[in-house]
């Protein structure tokens, strides 16, 4: 496993952007692609999108509209941006290493509360 | 998208039982999928993927099986911190990975 830890602002307005970063350490970010996931509070997990070290991203179509990843290998993060949020994206942000198409290791995630 | 149902959502058992939990599939596939333990406060941990395989350093007393629409993981002597939510991924189609709503592990 390799540690991951979010960063970014607990608190987001209506309509504006919610913008995260996730450090990887231990370990390269190289040649992995790498996942944001949420949850919103009692519910399920819902994957977001996917982006590799070479920037090449992938986005759930439910949310594909609204998001941007992005990567910068000489800091060893990755970073997620979702626009015009409501009180809906209000949940807790995971990022994650990819093994194949699965999960092999997570942040401890944090929590992004939409609200005015 | 695929759908993953997982059952129970909640489930009372006791240290040292043995116990079961469910996933299905709204589509078949071989083996694309994964297992997760989530404890509050907690980074996720992979338990399973490639539906059998245990993930690196995962206690041999979790196993996983199916194929198809149906999906089980099995924990062979309940600890006292593996109380806590399973998840089940699926990747087979992988755009998007979807995940099963969770079961719940508590002392009875």
């Known amino acids: 496993q390799v540690p991951l830890q979010e960063s970014g602002p607990g608190l987001v307005k209506p309509s504006e952007t919610l913008s995260l970063t996730c450090i990887v350490s231990?370990?390269?970010?190289?040649?992995?692609?790498w996942s944001w996931i949420r949850q919103p509070a009692g519910k399920g997990l819902e994957w977001i999108g996917r982006?590799?070290?070479?920037?090449?991203?992938n986005y759930n179509p439910s949310l594909r509209s609204r998001v941007t990843m992005s990567v910068d290998t000489s800091k060893n993060q990755f970073s997620l941006t979702l626009t015009s949020v409501s009180a809906a994206d209000t949940a807790v942000y995971y990022c994650?290493?990819?093994?194949?198409?699965?999960?092999?290791?997570w942040g401890q995630g944090t929590l992004v509360t939409v609200s005015s | 998208e695929i759908v993953m149902t997982q059952s129970p959502a909640t489930l009372s058992v006791s240290p040292g039982e043995r116990v079961t939990l469910s996933c299905r599939a709204s589509q078949s596939f071989t083996n694309s999928l994964a297992w997760y333990q989530m404890k509050p406060g907690q980074a996720p941990r992979l338990l399973i993927y490639g539906a059998s395989t245990r993930a690196t350093g995962i206690p041999a007393r979790f196993s996983g099986s199916g194929s198809g629409t149906e999906f089980t993981l099995t924990i062979s002597s309940l600890q006292s911190e593996d109380f806590a939510v399973y998840y089940c991924q699926q990747y087979n189609n992988w755009l998007p990975i979807t995940f099963g709503q969770g079961t719940r592990l508590e002392i009875k």
């Open positions: 994650a290493r990819m093994g194949g198409n699965w999960l092999d290791s």
């Open positions: 231990g370990g390269s970010i190289t040649g992995y692609y």
């Open positions: 982006i590799y070290s070479t920037g090449s991203t």
